[in-house]
């Protein structure tokens, strides 16, 4: 199995409102490793730190004990783990292994769907684990309700325990990492070079780390001092990228605009035709050109996460038996640079 990354700690996450839920949901399984939050799932897009958090928890509890045996591993080492022990007839073995662990961490369980027999394994395994109380911690890109191609006994499994969101952090969060991660390489970023990166490097925290690297990589080779200007030059390419990135802002000016409707009209609670309509357009158009999961889009919209699913369906469906509706859709995509 995987490594634990030493690196990845609780001291080096740094804390804002997108993730105090999650840390703190991590810290309290080491506190109170398979008790109540069992198992533990992480979920969110990429670069928020599901796995740092993960590799945090195992740290900890190794700290803690020190005897402590924990497994870590992505979900498809686990699926590659497994179906070598198959073909090498030492399943017994594979069994044993992953059921007498005291933490068994599995990363990007998302990655288990449609690998029926994986899920059929992990599912034992995960019943065995949870019947001795040792604590299972899980990363996903999404809340697993919305995984398909995952058996229901084992999505339902995923949930027995805690679910919390990593979401994208804010601006202060965003220059709070930024600071840190600069302080802990040593190097000297001044406040408003921070402010001026974390107000265009909006996606997440991995994309935050490649800017800094990058501005401190060409800062030391050209010996040049990190300004905004220098940034500005340096980050050409990356900020032109964000500039032409879809937001759900965006969608939504665009599609009102298009059907001649405000844009609070698609916040609205009305359900008349000529409102749903286009609200259902930009939700679909939200879920397919941004990296916004469900329950976010709908919140962007005062709805909750099954009215998007919903829409995605109904656009979806309406695009193969509506000619005016695809037409609709297509034209927007075109508006929107997709
Ligand atoms: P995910 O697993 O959600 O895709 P990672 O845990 O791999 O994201 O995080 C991506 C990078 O960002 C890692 O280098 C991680 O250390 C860093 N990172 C993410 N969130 C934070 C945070 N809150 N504080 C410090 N570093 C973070
Ligand atoms: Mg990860």
Redesign the pocket.
């Known amino acids: 199995s995987g490594k634990l990354n030493p ?2 700690t609780f001291a ?5 409102k997108s ?1 105090s839920h999650a840390r703190a949901a991590a810290q309290h399984v080491v506190e109170t490793p398979g008790g109540a939050y069992n198992p533990l799932l992480i979920y ?10 993960m590799h945090a928890v195992g740290n900890a509890i190794v700290q803690a004990n020190p005897r402590a045996r924990i497994a870590y591993l992505g979900a498809e080492q686990w699926m590659n783990h497994f179906t070598a022990a198959i073909r090498h007839g030492r399943t017994e073995e594979f069994k044993n292994l992953y059921r007498s662990v005291d933490a068994l961490l599995i ?1 990007d369980i998302h990655f288990f769907a449609h690998k029926e027999r994986t899920q059929e394994e992990f599912f034992h395994t995960f019943n065995a684990l949870i019947d001795t109380r040792k604590q299972i911690v899980l ?1 996903s890109d999404r809340y697993p309700k919305e995984i398909d191609g995952v058996d229901e006994r084992l999505k339902s499994r995923f949930t027995w325990g805690l679910s919390v969101a ?1 979401e994208p ?1 804010d601006l202060e ?1 965003r220059m709070a ?1 930024l600071i ?2 600069a302080e802990g390489n040593h190097v000297q970023l001044p406040k408003e070079v921070a402010l001026f990166v974390a107000q265009r490097v909006r996606s ?3 994309e935050l ?1 490649g800017a800094l690297l990058r501005l401190t990589a060409s800062s030391r080779l050209r010996g040049e001092a990190l300004s905004v200007e220098f940034a500005r030059n340096t980050l050409k390419d990356l900020l032109a990228a964000y500039e032409r990135m879809v937001t759900i802002d965006n969608i939504k000016r665009t599609v009102a605009s298009y059907y001649n409707i405000r844009v609070g009209d698609l916040n609205s609670p009305r359900r008349t035709r000529s409102l749903a309509r286009p609200r259902q357009v930009a939700m679909a158009l939200a879920k397919e050109l941004t990296q916004h999961s469900l329950p976010e889009i709908g919140e962007a919209f005062g709805k909750d996460h099954t009215t998007v699913l919903h829409a995605c369906r109904k656009i979806s469906a309406l695009r193969q038996d509506d000619l005016k509706i695809r037409e609709d859709y297509e034209n927007l995509q075109r508006q929107l640079g997709a």
């Open positions: 690196d990845y080096n996450f740094i804390e804002g993730n969110g897009a990429s670069g928020l730190g599901k796995t740092h958090l990363d990363t990593v952090p969060t990492i840190a991660k997440n925290v991995r780390e």
